[in-house]
């Protein structure tokens, strides 16, 4: 069993790498069904083929959000003790991500402030990278975890 870590037990500078996943055609599909997101660059091909910035329909950004928040879910957030998102900051999109393509992600710890004696927030750099080695998105993500002193332990 992997010891429940609380936020005196968070680092700055740990690095994590996480397993990587390949986007497919149906994972666009579903975010569709979830949010309406039927813009023509996400369900067209024949549009994303004369769209100047793409070669083929692309996954919504915010989906690509929702998949590096599960990596970094199950880097970090998985091992602490009681967690929960506080959220995302300066989300940037840098690159396109077809069907087909692999992503996986990097996480650096590279903050830490005790909101409280119960809680601390920990900030983490995420980045999305493709199997060609790029950046393809960047988040500055929250995470407010249980102190050691937090009575709901």
């Known amino acids: 069993m992997i010891e429940q870590r609380v936020y ?5 500078g740990e690095k994590y790498v996480t397993h990587g996943r390949t986007v497919t055609d149906s994972d666009i599909r579903a975010f569709i069904g979830a949010t309406g997101s039927t813009d ?4 067209d091909r024949e549009y994303a083929a ?3 910035l793409v070669d083929d329909v692309v996954a919504q950004g915010t989906l690509l959000l929702g998949i590096a928040d599960g990596f970094f ?9 009681l967690a929960m998102n506080y959220g995302h900051d300066r989300v940037r999109y840098l690159g396109a991500v077809s069907p087909g393509d692999s992503v996986h992600a990097t996480v650096e710890i590279t903050g ?18 493709n199997q060609n080695d790029e950046t393809v998105l960047t988040d500055t993500h929250r995470l407010l975890v249980a ?4 009575g709901a332990l």
Do not use: C, M, Q, Y
């Open 8 to 12: 005196e037990s968070f680092e700055i």
């Open 40 to 43: 023509p660059i996400h369900i």
């Open 50 to 52: 004369t769209h100047p």
């Open 73 to 81: 879910v199950d880097a970090v957030a998985t091992d602490a003790a």
């Open 112 to 129: 830490k402030a005790r909101r409280d004696e119960d809680w601390g927030l920990i900030t983490a750099n995420v980045e999305l990278i």
């Open 147 to 150: 102190s050691e002193e937090n």
